[in-house]
């Protein structure tokens, strides 16, 4: 079946550090991927998303690449600020009949110090 | 514009008892989702509806959960009777597939969720 597999946190960082938080996915054929950000209280909101191979997204200076000859869609921050403190999901949606099944990774608790 | 809307946010019953959870999706999206979260098993999928229709129903954990949509603008997610493993905070989320999108592609909007806890 499909999985994600994302760092185990959680990470701590100072203002304008570089973040990565890595992800790595399995699946059959040519899924669909996210990051979604949960802050404290909230639900998810979706960050950014790539939909093919070698596809770029990026929202508000996060980016992510689809590397599919790695399986992989780590998410980056150049400059990490204190509001970026939450909880990070990586997910997928497979190709095919069942593509509104999103799975989803564990989950990064990030926390940002001033 | 209103996002998806849940109730209650908080609810603490006995075990035993009927729960009700309650969601409002965003107007006009026509696909419906109810996800729990726990710290053991992370997000779950329970249950799919697209245009009020139960699509995919394979994630409700046993015959205790029930889920309804009877309009386009609210669901229900009811457990009876309830018990402490089903405490978890629970996540409505709804999305919107038109002709010609691939809903992998369409976001999905996410309610605030409702933590439950069952003593």
């Known amino acids: 079946g499909n999985s994600v597999t994302q760092m185990e946190g959680p990470v701590t960082l100072s203002e304008e550090a570089f973040l990565t938080i890595n992800c790595t996915y399995t699946?059959?054929?040519?899924?669909?991927l996210f990051w979604y950000v949960q802050y404290p209280g909230e639900g998810l909101q979706l960050l950014l998303k790539a939909t093919k191979a070698d596809d770029k997204g990026s929202n508000k200076g996060f980016e992510a690449t689809y590397r599919k000859e790695t399986t992989s869609f780590h998410l980056e921050k150049g400059s990490v600020q204190v509001s970026d403190s939450a909880v990070y999901f990586c997910a997928l949606a497979p190709s095919g009949g069942s593509n509104y099944k999103l799975t989803f990774g564990k989950g990064t608790l990030l926390t940002v110090n001033p | 514009d209103a996002g998806v809307i849940q109730s209650p946010r908080h609810e603490v019953t006995e075990m035993g008892q009927e729960v009700t959870l309650r969601c409002k999706p965003i107007?006009?999206?026509?696909?419906l989702f109810w996800y729990r979260q726990t710290m053991m098993r992370g997000l779950e999928l329970l249950i799919y509806f697209n245009n009020n229709v139960p699509i995919d129903d394979s994630g409700m954990p046993e015959d205790r959960f029930s889920a309804k949509m009877p309009n386009a603008s609210f669901s229900t997610l009811k457990i009876q009777p309830s018990e402490p493993r089903d405490s978890a905070v629970y996540f409505c989320a709804s999305s919107l597939v038109g002709r010609g999108l691939r809903l992998a592609n369409q976001p999905q909007h996410f309610g605030d969720g409702t933590r439950l806890s069952i003593l």
């Open positions: 699946a059959t054929g040519y899924p669909s």
């Open positions: 107007s006009g999206h026509n696909s």
